[in-house]
Structure formats: structure tokens, C-alpha cells
């Protein structure tokens, strides 16, 4: 089984930057691709950024160019580097593994618990 660990959040003024880990134990070599999602109070839980175990990337264009989703695969680690965070960035954000290459939820069946960043103007 699969277990997602999530750090990195934290209270941060707009134009600041984060770095979120996500450390995983039980990796099955046979998950595609590995993810960050958010959650906003009140909205639908959404894609950020995807990568592939090939090391191909997606991102939603809202964090295209600001948003950096890398892996360590020796560490069994997956980060999301943050820049020019902006108040909407607020959100528990979350790590998953998944069988498909997407930056939907569907394609996602292990998930972290979350991580809070919260982007004050």
C-alpha cells in the first residue's frame, strides 16, 4: 500500500515562494505518474501539476511559468516548487499516485493528506 506524506506549507505574502514535499513509502514501481492537487474552501479539488515516471510534465495553465514539479526517485520524494505565489494560490494542497498521466482526479487512487498554504496579499 501506498502512503503519501506531505510538508511544506505555510503562511506566505504574495510574490513569496514554497517548496512542498511529498515522501512516499510502498512505491509501486508500476504508478505512472505521481501529482500535486488543491483544494480551495468551497471549490472543487483541482490538478497543479502532474510528472510522468518518465520525467514529462503537466501543469495548469493558472501555475504555468510560477510552478516547478520535480522527483527524487532515489528518495522516493516528489516536490512542487512555488514562486510568485499569489493569494488565489491558497489551498490544502495534496499529493497522489496514479495509473494515468493526467491532472485529473480520476486518474488518481493514492492520496496524502495535505498540506496548507495559505498566500496573503
Known amino acids: 500500500q501506498v502512503q503519501l506524506v506531505e510538508s511544506g506549507g505555510d503562511s506566505v505574502q504574495a510574490g513569496g515562494s514554497l517548496r512542498l514535499s511529498c515522501a512516499a513509502s510502498?512505491?509501486?514501481?508500476?504508478?505512472?505518474?505521481m501529482g500535486w492537487f488543491r483544494q480551495a474552501p468551497g471549490k472543487e479539488r483541482e490538478g497543479v501539476a502532474a510528472?510522468?515516471?518518465?520525467?514529462?510534465?503537466l501543469y495548469a495553465a493558472s501555475v504555468k511559468g510560477r510552478f516547478t514539479i520535480s522527483k527524487d526517485d532515489a528518495k522516493n520524494t516528489l516536490y512542487l516548487q512555488m514562486n510568485s505565489l499569489k493569494p488565489e494560490d491558497t489551498a490544502m494542497y495534496y499529493c497522489?499516485?496514479?495509473?494515468?498521466?493526467?491532472?485529473?482526479?480520476?486518474?488518481?487512487?493514492?492520496w496524502g493528506q495535505g498540506t496548507q498554504v495559505t498566500v496573503s496579499s
Open positions: 510502498g512505491y509501486p514501481g508500476s504508478r505512472y505518474s
Open positions: 510528472i510522468h515516471r518518465d520525467g514529462s510534465t
Open positions: 497522489a499516485t496514479g495509473f494515468i498521466f493526467t491532472l485529473t482526479t480520476y486518474g488518481y487512487n493514492d
